[in-house]
């Protein structure tokens, strides 16, 4: 015979013991606040991680005050920390990502190196007014560049907006690299990353979570005609996945 309790052991078998919420700022305070009630009460170990410049949807935090309100509301005490260190980017493109984000929150704050030294970088480029053919035949300029300035070919990310467009790209590409032998492979919403020494092409909703040596963006000016809230988000969130 069940006992009177058993849904509440239940719900107890649900608790974790720690809960880490990745990409935080992407949820609204009220989903945050719900998170914290998953962990287990004795001892409401919660942990979170995010930066408000890579937030990516309209409903997530906008800034730390939100935070105490997720304080109150769900009887926790948060512990804010703060980082600024760029550990992987160049000098120039930590200096372009650091504007960007003064544009974004109108708050100053730049990002620094982990050591002394660091690679100036390349300046970033952009090509207007391109075909679709004349773009993956800039691309597969762009690729061979990089490739024969490092010595060997490193990850790329190529993002484009709407994952109906990622194939075609992708085909055009690898037939514009074939003669190097450059593997382009499109990854689509639930696709495997893939080796290290592909040419990749992903949907720019998958623009988080990744590190690439170079990243492309194609038809970056649709993206803002369609999301032009976001598109500076987008733009900036797909700097800081490159490394130089």
Not at 70 to 87: C, E
Not at 192 to 213: I, L, P
Request: glycine share 8%.
């Amino acid at each position: 015979m069940a006992s009177g309790h058993e849904w509440l052991e239940r719900i107890k078998g649900r608790y974790l013991i720690q809960v880490f919420v990745d990409e935080a700022t992407d949820l609204s305070t009220v989903q945050l606040a719900c998170t914290t009630e998953l962990a287990f009460p004795k001892l409401r170990s919660w942990f979170a991680c995010g930066g408000f410049r890579q937030r990516l949807t309209l409903n997530g935090i906008q800034d730390g005050s939100e935070l105490d309100w997720i304080s109150r509301t769900a009887g926790i005490r948060l512990d804010p920390r703060d980082i600024n260190i760029g550990y992987r980017q160049s000098r120039q493109l930590r200096e372009l990502s650091d504007e960007l984000g003064t544009l974004l929150d109108g708050v100053t704050a730049s990002t620094v190196p982990p050591r002394d030294e660091e690679e100036a970088g390349v300046p970033p480029l952009l090509a207007e007014n391109m075909s679709s053919s004349r773009a993956a035949a800039w691309l597969a300029q762009r690729i061979r560049e990089v490739e024969l300035a490092i010595g060997s070919l490193p990850a790329i990310a190529i993002f484009v907006d709407g994952d109906g467009r990622v194939a075609p790209l992708a085909q055009a590409l690898e037939s514009a690299l074939a003669p190097w032998n450059i593997v382009v492979k499109g990854r689509m919403q639930d696709s495997s990353v893939g080796d290290a020494r592909e040419v990749r092409v992903f949907d720019v909703n998958n623009v988080k979570g990744m590190e690439f040596e170079a990243v492309f963006f194609i038809g970056i000016d649709d993206l803002a005609d369609r999301v032009p809230e976001l598109f500076a988000r987008f733009l900036y969130v797909g700097l800081t996945r490159a490394a130089a």
